[in-house]
């Protein structure tokens, strides 16, 4: 792994890759890593579960290179998710919900809400659409793409495995850690029961 710093994505005019896994080196095993071209980290999102029973039992907190909490991500009983800022869960500090729309085995479609430009509407910011299963999913703002996932296909290779994939964000003036956020939101947002196939490779 380079040692040199992680190159911020909001600092490149030019559309940037980051390489997502939950195995990244130097990360502990489960916690989902989004590393540049040189392996540096430059998000990584902590998982918390629950055993209560009380409407906030999913609890995901997104870090920058640093380690300072950029959001914490809550789930709630009816399926949606608020985004505070930080490390905070106080009203105040809301920043986005995300409620799914749809959830099928070939198709999860979720819609975002920034709280400081739509209250008191019901048009969604930015629409996320994609296959769970192929972990491909893009972004939209409008009509305009923000961001896509995608995997990392290589020639001659029959089947392509689904532990690492690649996060492509398009220039643009939406904050780099949201596209994050709303990246592992949609993650952890596929049908439960098809989860004992996200191990199994891709045929292609």
């Known amino acids: 792994m380079s040692n040199s710093a992680p190159i911020h994505p909001a600092n490149l005019p030019i559309p940037v890759d980051l390489f997502v896994s ?54 709630h009983h009816d399926g949606s998710w608020h985004g505070f800022k930080g490390n905070d869960d106080g009203d105040k500090d809301l920043i986005f919900k995300v409620q799914r729309t749809l959830n099928k085995f070939t198709s999860t479609e979720l819609e975002v809400f920034l709280v400081a430009e739509t209250q008191g509407e019901s048009t969604c910011n930015f629409k996320v659409k994609g296959c769970h299963f192929q972990r491909s ?45 709303f990246v592992t939101i949609f993650l952890v947002n596929g049908p439960k029961k098809f989860k004992f196939l996200d191990k199994l490779p891709v045929t292609v």
């Open 22 to 75: 939950k195995k990244h080196p130097g990360l502990p095993r489960g916690v989902i890593g989004f590393a540049d071209s040189s392996g540096n980290i430059v998000f990584r999102v902590n998982r918390q579960s629950s055993k209560s029973s009380s409407s906030d039992d999913d609890k995901m907190v997104l870090l920058d290179s640093a380690g300072n909490p950029l959001f914490s991500i809550y789930r």
């Open 137 to 181: 999913c893009t972004i939209y703002k409008g009509d305009s793409i923000v961001a896509q996932t995608s995997l990392m296909h290589k020639l001659r290779k029959i089947y392509v495995r689904r532990n690492k994939f690649r996060l492509t964000m398009f220039p643009g003036s939406i904050d780099p850690a949201l596209v994050v956020a």
